[in-house]
């Protein structure tokens, strides 16, 4: 191989390379101009503190006693409380709320409950099916997707199937009668990559 050859293929190599790197500088400002908006955007942020915890179907403020006492589940969202943008956007964000008797929470659950209310992701994070099962004599929540079982009284904790942890918890809190978000999820909602 002669040295013309070695520089032409260097300068086809670099020619290409620089190419390859331009592209991928304009991709990801794309990506991280693209992400800025997706984060930027109130109705797909995670629920935040101080919101305000609103119905699915009629996206209005709920006070503990719009939760049925024993379930079954209410879905709901959060709202920011200031300028009443309803954080919907992304189903990440879907909330399960029960009310059960406060003498029968464990542990932290005690101290994330308001009014024996509880909150978690609606999310299973087995395969992020939608968590919709409930069932009334064992008072626990069921993901029908691969029928993972979760104990609302211990944080969501496991009790069977294929899920590989609990449900994030969302700490509540009252504010002027209604519930609202005291702290974000416990964990990160839906799959987790390993």
């Known amino acids: 191989m002669t040295g ?18 331009a592209l991928a500088a304009v991709l990801g400002l794309g990506c991280v101009a693209s992400g800025r908006r997706a984060a930027g ?30 379930g079954p589940p209410v ?25 059960l008797d406060p003498a029968t929470l464990v542990g932290v659950t005690k101290e994330r409950a308001a009014e024996g209310v509880v909150a978690y ?24 997707c691969h029928y993972s079982h979760y104990n609302p009284r211990e944080g969501a904790a496991v009790i069977d199937g294929p899920t590989p942890r609990a449900l994030p918890a969302l700490p509540l809190k ?10 974000p999820f416990t964990s990160r909602v839906g799959i987790v990559p390993t």
């Open 4 to 21: 013309q050859g070695r520089q032409y293929r260097i300068a086809a190599g670099s020619s290409s390379r620089r190419d390859v790197f």
């Open 75 to 99: 879905r709901a969202w959060s709202m920011d409380a200031a300028d009443k943008t309803v954080r919907k956007d992304s189903r990440l964000n879907k909330i399960l709320l029960l009310r």
């Open 121 to 144: 992701s609606a999310i299973c994070p087995h395969t992020a099916c939608e968590v919709d099962g409930w069932m009334a004599d064992q008072q626990i929540l069921e993901c029908s």
């Open 41 to 70: 955007q109130p109705a797909s942020e995670r629920p935040k503190e101080g919101d305000l915890l609103v119905s699915v179907e009629s996206e209005t403020a709920l006070a503990p006693a719009d939760i049925p006492l024993g």
């Open 174 to 183: 009252i504010v002027d009668g209604k519930l609202a978000v005291a702290k």
